[in-house]
T-cell receptor
Framework: EAQVTQNPRYLITVTGKKLTVTCSQN?????MSWYRQDPGLGLRQIYY???????DKGDVPEGYKVSRKEKRNFPLILESPSPNQTSLYFC??????????????FGPGTRLTVL | AQSVTQLGSHVSVSEGALVLLRCNYS??????LFWYVQYPNQGLQLLLK??????LVKGINGFEAEFKKSETSFHLTKPSAHMSDAAEYFC??????????FGTGTRLLVSP
């Protein structure tokens, strides 16, 4: 089954304790992206990657890191989490086109609480 | 820069009534437009999308949307609401290169 998986689905942590949220897709998509969803703000892009070893900042990258060492995986790293990073996080993937946009497939989400 | 405005953070309808969720966009080039639905505790699922061609786009679950360039709108409609339609709906715009800009979402409430 074609899917995007995220782990963990729920996480409660404390300020300053490094954490990683994993994202994996089995559709051989070039493009992957991380979003955060906050009430009243919709989804905002954190980072994206157009292919292996190619990553770039989205609209709200502060406090986050990513890496893309393999095509299927795109982990989101919070080196020193803070309470304002409490949010619902989504990973998404899609085929990569240079002059159009294809459907993005979303993971189930990771609900993060930073105390 | 692209932007999306969804009018109404909450829309309430009765079962069987018309559903109308409004979306207006801003784009400097011909846009690609999307509607996604999010059911409780789930990720986003594509309802429908407009790229080029026919301006009336049909999606899953009986939803459709019409691209109106003159009004910069892409409103989502369904003739008859069902209880299972209760969810949050997001409109999104893209100018290509996979970059999606989302609206703030509209929560659809359906009462019996």
């Amino acid at each position: 089954e074609a899917q995007v998986t995220q782990n963990p689905r729920y996480l409660i942590t404390v300020t300053g304790k490094k954490l990683t949220v994993t994202c994996s897709q089995n559709m051989n998509h070039e493009y992957m992206s991380w979003y955060r969803q906050d009430p009243g703000l919709g989804l905002r892009q954190i980072y994206y990657s157009m292919n292996v070893e190619v990553t770039d900042k989205g609209d709200v990258p502060e406090g986050y890191k990513v890496s893309r060492k393999e095509k299927r995986n795109f982990p989101l790293i919070l080196e020193s989490p803070s309470p304002n990073q409490t949010s619902l996080y989504f990973c998404a993937s899609s085929p990569m086109f240079l002059d159009s946009t294809d459907t993005q497939y979303f993971g189930p989400g990771t609900r993060l609480t930073v105390l | 820069a692209q932007s999306v405005t969804q009018l109404g953070s909450h829309v309430s309808v009765s079962e069987g009534a018309l559903v109308l969720l409004r979306c207006n966009y801003s784009s400097s080039v011909p846009p690609y437009l999307f509607w996604y639905v999010q059911y409780p505790n789930q990720g986003l699922q594509l309802l429908l999308k407009y790229t080029t061609g026919a301006t009336l786009v049909k999606g899953i679950n009986g939803f459709e949307a019409e691209f109106k360039k003159s009004e910069t709108s892409f409103h989502l409609t369904k003739p008859s609401a069902h209880m299972s339609d209760a969810a949050e709906y997001f409109c999104a715009v893209s100018e290509g290169f996979q970059k999606l800009v989302f609206g703030t979402g509209t929560r659809l409430l359906v009462s019996p």
